[in-house]
């Protein structure tokens, strides 16, 4: 399977407690994005990157919430001191963009986070 | 603000006839839109898009229309099919390189086609 994939694909902890998620991209693609989805609404865009530079951060990333690409491969989304608020389907995607295509994404299956 | 709205929570079709979904925006600075698809227990799916420069485009079953000045669009799926049965997003973005990708998605319409 050579599609986006996300791990974990459920995380359930305690409030306070910190959690990571991993996401490894379609391996030709130059971007790779972090969407948050709850329920009843469509996904928010949190973050993306360009290889391995952040370039842009959305106001809903709080101080709590930390994104790394570090070889331009594979991303993780850590998210400290966790809060109820912080349930919610975190999604990851890729795509591959140059200047003369628009570079549609291509979802992973997600990761839910549940904060008890 | 909700920059992108479904004011249609959900839509019941017969199979074999035509679903129409309505997708409104605000923001003018928007150029591309995009239409997903999702399934339980999946990440979504690229459907279709269209670009602010056209005001029509199709692929199989599915057509999305754009009028810019009334801001509104619309997906088009003829026939349905019991297998369209899913969630659909409508999503804009902004023009400029740095700006693909980075989605405003609609809250979402819950397709169901009947056999």
């Known amino acids: 399977d050579t599609g986006v994939s996300q791990d974990p694909r459920h995380k359930i902890t305690k409030r306070g407690q910190n959690v990571t998620f991993r996401c490894d991209p379609i391996s030709e693609h130059n971007r790779l994005y972090w969407y948050r989805q709850t329920l009843g609404q469509g996904p928010e865009f949190l973050t993306y990157?360009?290889?391995?530079?952040?370039?842009?951060k959305s106001r809903l990333l709080s101080d709590r919430f930390s994104a790394e690409r570090p070889k331009g491969s594979f991303s993780t989304l850590e998210i400290q001191r966790t809060e109820q608020g912080d349930s919610a389907m975190y999604l990851c995607a890729s795509s591959f963009v140059t200047s003369s295509n628009t570079g549609e994404l291509f979802f992973g299956e997600g990761s839910r986070l549940t904060v008890l | 603000d909700q920059q992108v709205k479904q004011n249609s929570p959900s839509l019941s079709v017969q199979e074999g006839r035509i679903s129409i979904l309505n997708c409104d925006y605000t923001?003018?600075?928007?150029?591309?839109f995009l239409w997903y698809k999702k399934y339980p227990a999946e990440g979504p799916t690229f459907l279709i898009s269209i670009s602010s420069i056209k005001d029509k485009n199709e692929d199989g079953r599915f057509t999305v229309f754009l009028n810019k000045s009334a801001k509104h669009l619309s997906l088009h799926i003829v026939p349905s099919q019991p297998g369209d049965s899913a969630v659909y997003f409508c999503?804009?973005?902004?023009?400029?390189?740095?700006?693909?990708?980075?989605?405003?998605f609609g809250q979402g319409t819950i397709l169901t086609v009947h056999p």
């Open positions: 999503a804009a973005s902004a023009a400029g390189g740095t700006s693909y990708g980075k989605l405003t």
């Open positions: 990157f360009q290889n391995e530079a952040q370039l842009e």
């Open positions: 923001n003018s600075m928007f150029d591309y």
